[in-house]
């Protein structure tokens, strides 16, 4: 007997298979279905999703295999050399059918009132595999709803046992919060005991559900699919840039939906992102000029408001002008911005609101690692970072790397709470995470590593231990290790040493060096220049410990938005004139601006946004801004034409991306080579971090996520140690007093908050006043 003849074109590892008689080649090991998705053979399915584990439970992908007695499914039949697959045989198309027919058994006749109707795969099914009459003629069974949380709304009664939530909870989100209970018909998908979903990518299973079972609660019965529109849009709640479809009707954004990049967020959305539209809506939305006369604030015609400005900002221009900008806002504001700081003579520009410590001058650090190759690390070091909270989409990619073996450390300030296994943590409170940093560092120079030049003598004095020899060494060793410089790093009050610590060890261990920008497009901003001048200019801090007689806001909303909320409120309250450029109009804003200027989101403006990878993404408007409000270009340049400022003679966006493109780029700020010095370490230093659904002004506005979960509200964090020093019990009101302010607040005990340090989220009212990160607290009871 001869062997089978093998084609010599077939690729390594692949095999020879026939879909619907033509021949094709594919990987060994992959299924029928991904065979037949890239040879474009459609087969219906349900339960299959390409970025899910199989589970071949709905069958609707039964297909008929030459030589097997029965149908196959196709997603979880692997192809085999000289296989041969009939998708639209009889047999396999019967098998469709009768599936079909089983799932319809049970389901609701409510397309008319499911907000599923127009985009719901088992329409599109049924349509194409589906009877026109039923033969089924009992009672169909219903389902008791859970309230699953403020953001996804169920109707389980609907769901056909897909698992595709489940697995995605599971397998993706890491937090296991779905699961089917009893079997055969009486089988139901729930949380079990009305848990609320409480990951930061939960959202997602509104998306991969195959039905109307789960749907987007704060979009409900708002609209009909075939009544929005699409517009491509980006996510500007963080550095990742995730690609996104808004979805407006007359001018209004109804929902967000991820659109597809496989380089930034593959499929996926973070629940930010998807739900923060709500905010674009709030109360205290400004929708006109609004002036101060007499105390009062009055709504004023467009022509005198920036008569107002023209003659304040003339008035204050030169030293006495700062500029502090919102890092969310876009390439082409920020450009018009800083040629309207130097046009009035000013060098103290900056957007860099969050940052303490300017000893390095750092500004437009982004990642080495382009997002979609993290997932392919096998050491990761996480350095100050609650990274779920800071980018969840990146997490996503090293929950991934971490499934496949890799090695994940973290060196933080609180033990955050992960969605995969960590081989070492430690956590340190603000002084003693630097002292953490330095053994690391100290750890590279006896590995035989030189240390440069300005760590040089630091390093020669200082101590290391097994775990930072350990962890180096694992970074070391790695194929391919990344080092991720978090937020919780990059806003403490010694981020200058953290950060040349960091960079020491990734080089010294051959590790990627990745830093999270503190804003959305903190990289292109400081690509256009909105940085403080190299001589004589005043970072965004010191324009604040220095005040100025005027100031300029930009999409920045005091005091959520700062670094040190009580130094940003004190400072403006005192200057001459603060024209504030805002979306909004809140409580805290009018009570130290002198002029608000309404100005459009991003979803309502054109706008360029450089993402962590520095690559540049620009949207077109996708909403009409409310009332008089306009976009922010347009008003700057109405404002550089009333100041006489050449240059803003343009009436097209497109010119002022091409004078983007004309200008000589300029220089980023070099590192320098220095760092603040080592605190000691005395009572009870503050940790800030920024809460998930706290960091900018939408997002503040947003009601369902201000009602998630995650959202806990304002609190201080103890070890309980420290508190049974003070004489404290969990839960009980206590007395937070700094410097800036003092607040009351209720007690939470957690071994997960180090010794020596408070935990104070940041961007809560009661909260965003208090002493700036790392400082001295005294806390009693109230």
């Known amino acids: 007997m001869s062997a089978q003849p093998v084609n010599p074109n077939t690729p390594p590892d692949h095999v020879n298979i026939e879909i619907d ?62 296989m041969k697959v009939l998708t639209r045989s009889q047999k396999a198309l019967n098998s469709q059918r009768n599936v079909m027919e089983f799932l319809l058994i049970n389901h609701p006749l409510d397309c008319p009132i499911c907000d599923q109707g127009g985009e719901c795969e088992l329409q599109d099914v049924s349509m194409g595999y589906g009877r026109s009459v039923s033969r089924f003629v009992e009672r169909k069974r ?48 729930g949380t079990y005991v009305g848990k609320t979903i409480e990951s930061e990518i939960g959202g997602n299973i509104i998306d991969v559900c195959p039905v109307g079972a789960l749907t987007n609660k704060p979009f409900r019965f708002q609209a009909r699919a075939w009544e929005l529109i699409a517009r491509e849009s980006v ?27 496989e380089a930034i967020n593959e499929c996926w959305l973070s629940d930010r992102d998807r739900y923060s539209h709500q905010g674009l809506y709030a109360a205290d939305r400004a929708t006109q000029p609004l002036l101060k006369k007499n105390g009062e604030w009055t709504a004023v015609g467009w022509q005198e408001a920036l008569a107002y400005a023209v003659e304040k900002l003339q008035q204050v221009r030169g030293d006495e002008l700062g500029v502090l900008v919102h890092p969310a806002t876009s390439n082409e504001e920020g450009h ?28 437009g650090f982004g990642f080495a690692t382009p997002v979609a190759e993290v997932e392919k690390a096998t050491a990761v070091l996480l350095l100050g970072s609650n990274l779920r909270h800071e980018l969840p989409l990146v997490n996503h990619r090293v929950r991934k790397a971490a499934k496949r073996g890799a090695k994940v450390y973290a060196l933080n300030p609180v033990d955050f709470d992960f969605n995969y296994d960590l081989a070492g943590k430690t956590i340190a409170a603000p002084a003693a995470l630097v002292e953490e940093a330095v053994k690391l560092a100290r750890a590279a120079v006896e590995a035989g590593v030189e240390a440069p030049a300005e760590l040089a003598a630091l390093l020669a004095s200082a101590s290391t231990d097994d775990t930072a020899r350990g962890w180096f060494k694992a970074l070391k060793e790695a194929s391919g290790s990344v080092l991720i410089f978090g937020e919780a790093a990059a806003m403490h009050p010694q981020a200058s040493l953290l950060r040349a610590c960091a960079r020491f060890v990734a080089s010294a261990s051959e590790s990627a060096y990745n830093e999270i920008p503190l804003g959305a497009n903190a990289i292109g901003l400081s690509r256009v220049g909105v940085l403080p001048a190299a001589q004589g200019g005043l970072d965004a801090r010191t324009m604040l410990a220095l005040p100025r007689k005027g100031y300029v806001l930009y999409g920045a909303e005091p005091p959520h938005d700062f670094g040190d909320g009580g130094l940003t409120m004190s400072s403006l309250s005192k200057a001459d004139v603060v024209v504030a450029f805002s979306a909004f109009a809140s409580d805290a804003l009018k009570a130290v601006a002198t002029l608000i200027l309404p100005i459009a989101a991003l979803p309502e403006t054109e706008a360029t946004l450089v993402n962590l990878n520095g690559h540049s993404q620009s949207v077109a408007a996708g909403a009409r801004p409310p009332g008089e409000a306009r976009p922010g270009w347009k008003v700057l340049r109405a404002l550089g034409e009333a100041l006489g400022i050449t240059g803003f003679e343009f009436t097209e966006i497109a010119e002022v991306r091409a004078a983007i493109a004309a200008r000589a780029v300029p220089a980023l700020p070099q590192l320098q080579p220095k760092f603040a010095g080592r605190h000691e370490a005395r009572g009870l230093a503050r940790i800030a971090t920024v809460p998930i659904y706290r960091s900018d002004a939408v997002l503040r506005r947003a009601a369902a996520l201000q009602a998630h979960p995650l959202n806990s509200g304002a609190g201080l964090g103890l070890n309980p140690a420290d508190a049974a020093g003070l004489g404290l019990e969990d839960g009980m009101m206590v007395k937070v007093s700094g410097a800036a302010g003092t607040a009351t607040l209720p007690l939470v005990l957690s071994h997960g908050v180090p010794r020596g340090g408070a935990w104070l989220e940041a961007a809560y009212t009661e909260t965003a006043a208090l002493p700036a990160y790392g400082a001295e607290l005294s806390i009693s009871r109230a």
Not at 142 to 164: F, H, N, W, Y
Request: glycine share 8%; aromatic share 4%.
């Open 21 to 82: 008689g033509k021949a094709m080649t594919a990987p060994k090991g992959s299924m029928i279905i991904h065979a037949a998705d890239k040879a474009g053979v459609p087969i219906p399915r349900f339960c299959y999703h390409d970025k899910l584990p199989i589970a071949a439970n709905c069958r609707m992908c039964l297909v008929e295999v030459e030589k097997s007695p029965k149908p196959m499914p196709a997603c979880a039949t692997p192809v085999m050399e000289g």
């Open 142 to 189: 219903s389902v008791a709803d859970e309230d699953i949380g403020p953001l996804i709304a169920t109707e389980m009664t609907r769901c056909i046992q897909c698992t595709r939530c489940v697995r995605f909870v599971g397998e993706v989100a890491g937090t296991y919060e779905l699961g089917g209970m009893s079997r055969g018909e009486n089988l139901e998908i």
């Open 235 to 261: 996510g500007y709640h963080d550095a990742q840039g995730s690609n996104l479809w808004l979805h407006t009707r007359r001018g209004e954004v109804l929902r967000h939906v991820p659109r597809d990049n």
């Open 336 to 363: 018009l911005l800083a040629e309207l700081v130097r046009a009035l003579g000013s060098k103290h520009i900056d957007h860099r609101l969050r940052q303490l410590d300017f000893t390095d001058a750092a500004a």
